[in-house]
C-alpha cells in the first residue's frame, strides 16, 4: 500500500495555506494492516514521537500533526511547499519518512536558522520492532514489547516498561530508561542518562556526559571519557574504563573491574566484594563495611591510607599494603596507582 501521492497533496494544500491561516495543521489518521514479521521504520528532522503499544492489534494507525515556524522571509515560506511525509510499505518494512527540500544549498539557511516544520506523529498498533533516525525532538516509547533502534542527534528519549533489546545512538540530549527487561545498548557523546529498573546486561558509552544507573539486573559495561558515573543496588559485573570520570559505586553485588586515568573512584560496598581497580593519577576511595576480605593496595608516588594493622612494604618501585580485613565477609580487593592516593575505611 502507497499513499504517497494522496497524502502528498494533502499536505501541500495545508502547507499553502498555513503561511496565512494557521500555524497547526492536523491530517486525518493513516492506517496500514500489520502482517506477520512486519517492522517499522521512522525517518525524520524534527518534533515528536509517541508509541502507543495496542494489544491484540492488526492495524497500525498514524495520528500526524505538522506545526510551521513564524515569522518567515518568503524564500523560507516556500521552502516549505517541498517538505512531504511518505507512509509505504516495502516487503516486510513498513516506512514514514519526513523529507525536506532537495537541493543542499536550500539547507544552509534551514540549518543556521533552525527553521524547519515540527511533526507530531502518534504511532497506535501493535508492537513491532522498530529504528527510528530522527534529528531533534522528544521519543516516547511505553510498554513496547518489541526491540527498538533509535537515533537521535540532539533530543530526549522517555522509555519505561519496554520488553525487548533496545539500541540507542544519541549525540547529546537526556534518556529516561526505566523498568526495562532486555538487553541494553546505548552510545552517545554528552548526555543526561538515567537508567533504573534493569533486568538485562548494559552495554553504556557516554563521553563527556552524566550516566546514572539504579537497580539493574545484569552485567554492566561503560567506558567514558569525562563527566560521572553513578551505580547503586546492582547485581552482576561491573566493568568500566574511563579518563576523567568520576565513578560512584554503592550496594553492589557481584565482580568489579575498573580503569581509570585521572578520575575519582568511589566504592561503598556491603558484603562479599571482589573488585580490581587500575588508576593513574585519579584517588580510588574504598568502603568495606563489616568486610573481611583480603587485600593488596599498591602505589607508585601515591599516598595509601588503609588500617595500621596491615602489612606494609616498600618495594623498589612501588609500596604496597596487604593483609585481611577483620570483618566476616569474605573477598578479595586488588587496587594499584601510579600517583592517585588510596583510602580504605
Known amino acids: 500500500m502507497n499513499i504517497m501521492s494522496k497524502f502528498s497533496f494533502y499536505i501541500f494544500i495545508g502547507l499553502l495555506t498555513s503561511s496565512v491561516a494557521a500555524e497547526v495543521i492536523e491530517y486525518k489518521p493513516l492506517q496500514m494492516t500489520v502482517q506477520n514479521k512486519d517492522r517499522l521504520f521512522i525517518q ?20 500526524l500533526k505538522q506545526v510551521n515556524p513564524t515569522n518567515l522571509s518568503g524564500k523560507m515560506k516556500s521552502l516549505l511547499e517541498e517538505w512531504m511525509f511518505v507512509m509505504d510499505r516495502k516487503g516486510s518494512q513498513i516506512r514514514l519518512v519526513i523529507s525536506g527540500p532537495a537541493s543542499r544549498k536550500d539547507w544552509a539557511p534551514i540549518v543556521r536558522q533552525k527553521m524547519m516544520p515540527q511533526y507530531e506523529l502518534v504511532i497506535r498498533g501493535p508492537s513491532l520492532p522498530i529504528k527510528v533516525s530522527w534529528w531533534n525532538g522528544e521519543v516516547h516509547l511505553r510498554n513496547w514489547k518489541a526491540p527498538a533502534e533509535l537515533k537521535l542527534l540532539d533530543g530526549k528519549a522517555f522509555i519505561e ?42 552495554e553504556l558509552e557516554n563521553f563527556a556526559g552524566q550516566s546514572q544507573i539504579v537497580r539493574v539486573k545484569g552485567a554492566v559495561n561503560y567506558q567514558g571519557y569525562k563527566g560521572t558515573l553513578r551505580l547503586s543496588d546492582t547485581e552482576g ?38 573488585v580490581d581497580i587500575r588508576s593513574q593519577e585519579g584517588d580510588v576511595a574504598l568502603k568495606l563495611r563489616g568486610s573481611g576480605a583480603s587485600v593488596n593496595l599498591g602505589s607508585k608516588d601515591g599516598l595509601i591510607y ?35 592516593k588510596i583510602l580504605l575505611r
Open 44 to 63: 525524520g528532522y524534527a518534533g515528536k514521537l509517541d508509541f502507543q503499544p495496542v494489544e491484540n492489534s492488526q492495524t497500525l494507525v498514524i495520528t
Open 161 to 202: 516498561g519496554m520488553e525487548g533489546d533496545l539500541r540507542l545512538f544519541e549525540e547529546r540530549g537526556s534518556v529516561s530508561l526505566r523498568q526495562h527487561k532486555g538487553l541494553v545498548n546505548i552510545g552517545s557523546y554528552q548526555s543526561q542518562l538515567v537508567l533504573s529498573d534493569i533486568v538485562g546486561d548494559v
Open 237 to 274: 559485573d561491573i566493568h568500566f574504563d574511563s579518563r576523567q570520570v568520576m565513578v560512584h559505586l554503592e550496594k553492589h553485588q557481584g565482580d568489579i573491574k575498573g580503569k581509570s586515568a585521572q578520575g575519582k573512584v568511589d566504592l561503598n560496598l556491603v558484603g562479599k566484594v571482589n
Open 306 to 340: 588503609a588500617p595500621s594493622y596491615l602489612r606494609s612494604t616498600n618495594y623498589p618501585t612501588i609500596k604496597v599494603k596487604q593483609g585481611r580485613l577483620r570483618g566476616k565477609d569474605q573477598g578479595r580487593v586488588f587496587v594499584r596507582t601510579d600517583s592517585g
